[in-house]
Protein backbone atom coordinates (compact mmCIF):
# COMPACT_ATOMS: atom_id res chain seq x y z
CA UNK A 1 0.00 0.00 0.00
CA UNK A 2 1.42 3.40 -0.94
CA UNK A 3 2.17 5.99 1.88
CA UNK A 4 1.07 9.65 0.67
CA UNK A 5 3.07 12.37 2.38
CA UNK A 6 2.30 15.89 2.12
CA UNK A 7 4.68 18.65 3.49
CA UNK A 8 4.94 21.23 4.73
CA UNK A 9 2.44 20.53 7.16
CA UNK A 10 1.26 23.82 7.35
CA UNK A 11 1.97 26.73 5.93
CA UNK A 12 1.41 30.44 6.83
CA UNK A 13 0.85 32.95 4.05
CA UNK A 14 -1.12 35.95 2.89
CA UNK A 15 -3.59 36.66 0.76
CA UNK A 16 -2.81 37.16 -2.97
CA UNK A 17 0.81 34.98 -2.50
CA UNK A 18 1.24 31.72 -4.03
CA UNK A 19 1.01 28.52 -2.43
CA UNK A 20 2.85 25.14 -3.46
CA UNK A 21 1.79 21.99 -1.53
CA UNK A 22 3.71 18.63 -2.08
CA UNK A 23 2.55 15.36 -2.30
CA UNK A 24 4.82 12.47 -2.10
CA UNK A 25 4.14 8.57 -2.91
CA UNK A 26 6.41 6.13 -1.37
CA UNK A 27 5.47 4.10 -4.67
CA UNK A 28 4.23 4.94 -8.38
CA UNK A 29 1.24 6.64 -8.91
CA UNK A 30 -0.44 6.55 -11.69
CA UNK A 31 -1.15 10.32 -12.98
CA UNK A 32 -4.83 8.88 -13.63
CA UNK A 33 -5.05 8.01 -9.94
CA UNK A 34 -4.20 10.94 -8.14
CA UNK A 35 -6.69 13.96 -6.44
CA UNK A 36 -6.56 16.77 -4.46
CA UNK A 37 -9.30 17.78 -1.69
CA UNK A 38 -9.77 20.99 0.18
CA UNK A 39 -11.12 20.85 3.41
CA UNK A 40 -12.87 23.46 5.84
CA UNK A 41 -13.73 23.14 9.77
CA UNK A 42 -17.10 21.36 10.07
CA UNK A 43 -17.42 20.75 5.94
CA UNK A 44 -17.01 17.49 3.96
CA UNK A 45 -13.89 17.47 1.72
CA UNK A 46 -14.36 19.41 -1.66
CA UNK A 47 -12.70 17.76 -5.12
CA UNK A 48 -10.38 20.14 -6.12
CA UNK A 49 -8.21 18.60 -8.99
CA UNK A 50 -7.91 14.38 -10.39
CA UNK A 51 -6.25 12.81 -12.36
CA UNK A 52 -3.38 14.82 -11.00
CA UNK A 53 -3.99 17.86 -13.01
CA UNK A 54 -7.54 18.15 -13.91
CA UNK A 55 -10.07 20.84 -12.10
CA UNK A 56 -12.84 19.38 -11.12
CA UNK A 57 -16.66 21.43 -11.67
CA UNK A 58 -16.70 25.20 -10.51
CA UNK A 59 -12.90 24.75 -8.99
CA UNK A 60 -11.38 28.30 -10.11
CA UNK A 61 -8.29 28.22 -12.40
CA UNK A 62 -6.52 29.52 -9.87
CA UNK A 63 -6.03 25.64 -8.72
CA UNK A 64 -3.52 23.70 -10.68
CA UNK A 65 -2.46 20.49 -10.14
CA UNK A 66 1.09 18.91 -11.31
CA UNK A 67 3.75 16.25 -11.38
CA UNK A 68 3.73 12.56 -11.98
CA UNK A 69 5.26 9.26 -10.49
CA UNK A 70 5.96 9.65 -6.83
CA UNK A 71 5.88 13.40 -6.75
CA UNK A 72 3.08 15.53 -7.01
CA UNK A 73 2.17 19.49 -6.56
CA UNK A 74 -0.93 21.68 -6.17
CA UNK A 75 0.18 25.46 -6.68
CA UNK A 76 -3.01 27.87 -5.78
CA UNK A 77 -1.67 30.39 -7.75
CA UNK A 78 -3.01 33.93 -5.89
CA UNK A 79 -4.83 32.92 -2.75
CA UNK A 80 -8.28 34.54 -1.69
CA UNK A 81 -9.26 34.52 1.64
CA UNK A 82 -11.67 31.82 1.07
CA UNK A 83 -8.78 29.54 -0.08
CA UNK A 84 -7.22 28.79 4.60
CA UNK A 85 -8.18 25.51 4.56
CA UNK A 86 -6.95 22.10 4.93
CA UNK A 87 -5.37 19.94 1.75
CA UNK A 88 -5.40 16.37 1.59
CA UNK A 89 -3.87 14.56 -1.57
CA UNK A 90 -5.35 11.30 -2.69
CA UNK A 91 -4.56 7.83 -4.53
CA UNK A 92 -6.09 4.77 -5.76
CA UNK A 93 -4.23 1.71 -5.92
CA UNK A 94 -4.10 -2.34 -5.11
CA UNK A 95 -8.26 -1.67 -4.89
CA UNK A 96 -8.01 0.78 -2.14
CA UNK A 97 -7.41 4.17 -1.44
CA UNK A 98 -5.42 6.11 0.73
CA UNK A 99 -4.64 9.95 1.97
CA UNK A 100 -2.21 12.11 3.32
CA UNK A 101 -1.74 13.55 6.19
CA UNK A 102 -2.87 16.99 4.66
CA UNK A 103 -1.31 20.25 4.78
CA UNK A 104 -3.00 23.51 6.86
CA UNK A 105 -3.01 26.58 4.99
CA UNK A 106 -2.95 29.04 7.15
CA UNK A 107 -3.51 33.20 7.22
CA UNK A 108 -0.26 35.02 8.06
CA UNK B 1 -27.18 17.60 -8.13
CA UNK B 2 -26.41 14.37 -6.42
CA UNK B 3 -26.85 14.68 -2.82
CA UNK B 4 -26.04 12.45 -0.14
CA UNK B 5 -27.37 12.27 3.27
CA UNK B 6 -25.59 9.80 6.30
CA UNK B 7 -27.76 9.00 9.20
CA UNK B 8 -27.59 6.76 12.60
CA UNK B 9 -26.77 6.69 15.95
CA UNK B 10 -24.38 9.04 17.02
CA UNK B 11 -23.30 7.20 19.99
CA UNK B 12 -22.19 3.54 20.72
CA UNK B 13 -21.26 1.56 23.15
CA UNK B 14 -18.18 -0.05 23.33
CA UNK B 15 -18.08 -4.07 21.83
CA UNK B 16 -21.34 -2.90 20.28
CA UNK B 17 -21.62 -2.86 16.26
CA UNK B 18 -21.99 0.94 14.61
CA UNK B 19 -24.64 1.06 12.14
CA UNK B 20 -24.42 3.80 9.40
CA UNK B 21 -26.84 4.79 6.36
CA UNK B 22 -26.05 6.92 3.38
CA UNK B 23 -29.28 7.57 1.35
CA UNK B 24 -28.81 9.25 -2.55
CA UNK B 25 -31.04 11.76 -3.81
CA UNK B 26 -30.37 13.22 -7.57
CA UNK B 27 -29.09 10.33 -8.51
CA UNK B 28 -29.04 6.58 -8.74
CA UNK B 29 -26.80 3.62 -6.65
CA UNK B 30 -27.50 2.10 -9.75
CA UNK B 31 -25.24 2.91 -12.62
CA UNK B 32 -22.52 0.88 -13.07
CA UNK B 33 -20.04 3.51 -13.39
CA UNK B 34 -20.08 4.66 -9.82
CA UNK B 35 -18.27 3.12 -6.89
CA UNK B 36 -20.00 3.92 -3.43
CA UNK B 37 -17.51 4.26 -0.05
CA UNK B 38 -17.27 5.49 3.41
CA UNK B 39 -14.84 7.23 4.76
CA UNK B 40 -14.05 8.38 7.92
CA UNK B 41 -12.40 11.04 9.84
CA UNK B 42 -11.05 11.41 13.49
CA UNK B 43 -11.61 14.16 15.53
CA UNK B 44 -8.72 17.20 14.91
CA UNK B 45 -6.89 14.07 12.02
CA UNK B 46 -6.96 12.88 8.64
CA UNK B 47 -9.19 10.98 6.19
CA UNK B 48 -9.13 7.33 6.40
CA UNK B 49 -10.88 5.42 3.51
CA UNK B 50 -12.87 2.42 5.08
CA UNK B 51 -14.25 0.46 2.36
CA UNK B 52 -16.82 0.49 -1.11
CA UNK B 53 -19.27 -1.35 -2.61
CA UNK B 54 -20.49 -1.03 -6.29
CA UNK B 55 -24.27 -1.99 -7.18
CA UNK B 56 -23.70 -4.90 -8.26
CA UNK B 57 -22.84 -5.72 -4.47
CA UNK B 58 -18.73 -6.47 -5.24
CA UNK B 59 -16.98 -4.74 -2.10
CA UNK B 60 -13.36 -4.13 -1.21
CA UNK B 61 -12.52 -3.10 2.61
CA UNK B 62 -9.69 -1.18 3.94
CA UNK B 63 -7.49 -4.36 5.10
CA UNK B 64 -7.12 -2.99 8.60
CA UNK B 65 -10.76 -2.72 9.08
CA UNK B 66 -11.79 -5.98 7.06
CA UNK B 67 -12.40 -8.46 9.87
CA UNK B 68 -15.04 -6.38 11.55
CA UNK B 69 -16.62 -4.47 8.49
CA UNK B 70 -19.72 -5.04 6.41
CA UNK B 71 -20.92 -2.55 3.55
CA UNK B 72 -24.48 -3.25 1.73
CA UNK B 73 -26.71 -1.62 -0.88
CA UNK B 74 -30.26 -1.47 -1.33
CA UNK B 75 -31.28 -0.46 -4.46
CA UNK B 76 -34.85 -0.08 -4.10
CA UNK B 77 -33.93 2.42 -1.18
CA UNK B 78 -31.15 3.71 -3.06
CA UNK B 79 -28.95 3.80 0.05
CA UNK B 80 -26.06 1.79 1.28
CA UNK B 81 -25.37 0.81 4.83
CA UNK B 82 -21.98 0.29 7.32
CA UNK B 83 -21.78 -2.00 10.47
CA UNK B 84 -18.66 -2.38 12.04
CA UNK B 85 -18.49 -4.15 14.97
CA UNK B 86 -16.70 -4.53 18.82
CA UNK B 87 -15.83 -0.83 18.07
CA UNK B 88 -13.69 1.17 20.66
CA UNK B 89 -12.91 4.72 21.53
CA UNK B 90 -10.82 4.13 18.44
CA UNK B 91 -13.51 3.81 16.15
CA UNK B 92 -14.69 7.58 17.23
CA UNK B 93 -14.81 9.68 14.16
CA UNK B 94 -16.72 11.51 11.70
CA UNK B 95 -18.05 9.09 9.19
CA UNK B 96 -18.99 10.62 5.39
CA UNK B 97 -20.48 8.52 2.79
CA UNK B 98 -19.19 9.52 -0.60
CA UNK B 99 -19.03 9.04 -4.40
CA UNK B 100 -16.37 7.22 -6.52
CA UNK B 101 -16.12 8.18 -10.03
CA UNK B 102 -12.88 7.33 -11.88
CA UNK B 103 -10.42 6.51 -8.59
CA UNK B 104 -11.87 9.87 -6.65
CA UNK B 105 -14.62 10.88 -4.67
CA UNK B 106 -16.79 13.40 -6.24
CA UNK B 107 -19.53 13.60 -4.08
CA UNK B 108 -19.80 13.56 -0.23
CA UNK B 109 -22.19 13.66 2.39
CA UNK B 110 -22.08 16.13 4.86
CA UNK B 111 -20.49 13.79 7.53
CA UNK B 112 -22.09 12.29 11.27
CA UNK B 113 -20.07 12.16 14.38
CA UNK B 114 -20.47 8.54 16.09
CA UNK B 115 -18.98 8.57 19.12
CA UNK B 116 -18.06 5.38 20.93
CA UNK B 117 -18.26 5.76 24.77
CA UNK B 118 -19.93 3.90 27.77
Known amino acids: ESVLTQSPGSLSLSPGERATLYCRAS???????LAWYQQKPAQAPRLLIYGASSRATGIPDRFSGSGSGTDFTLTISRLEPEDFAVYYCQQYGSSSYTFGQGTKLEIK | QVQLQESGPGLVKPSQTLSLTCTVS??????????WSWIRQPPGKGLEWIGYIHYSGSTYYNPSLKSRLTISIDMSKNQFSLELNSVTAADTAVYYCAREQLYYFDYWGQGTLVTVSS
Open chain 1, 27 to 33: QTVSRNY
Open chain 2, 26 to 35: GGSVSPGDYY
